[in-house]
């Protein structure tokens, strides 16, 4: 099944790394939010196991990370709200504004 991570608002020429189950999925400099859409980018990871845990980190800045099951939560938003990531679980992505 497809899992696919959806970096949001609140990027500003960001450094992001996301690793599923320990293991790099994407990694890019320069992650700014386009705020005609409120996305910065996305990633689609393959995974075959119940749960994987989930961790995104903004160099110099913070790191989320949480357990998630894509049978049930295929998407997952992530967000820099003052400073701080969340990392939203979805049952649906949500649509770009």
Do not use: C, H
């Amino acid at each position: 099944m497809t899992l696919r991570v959806r970096l949001g608002e609140g990027f500003q020429n960001n450094t992001v790394t996301v690793l599923v189950d320990g293991k790099q999925v994407y990694g890019r400099s320069g992650v700014s939010t386009d705020w005609t859409i409120s996305r910065a980018d996305s990633v689609d990871v393959q995974v075959d196991t119940a749960s994987v845990q989930v961790e995104v980190a903004v160099q110099d800045g913070p790191t989320t990370r949480r357990t998630i099951a894509p049978i049930d939560t295929p998407f997952v938003e992530v967000r820099v709200i003052n400073g701080e990531l969340q990392l939203l679980p979805l049952p649906q992505e949500p649509p770009m504004l």
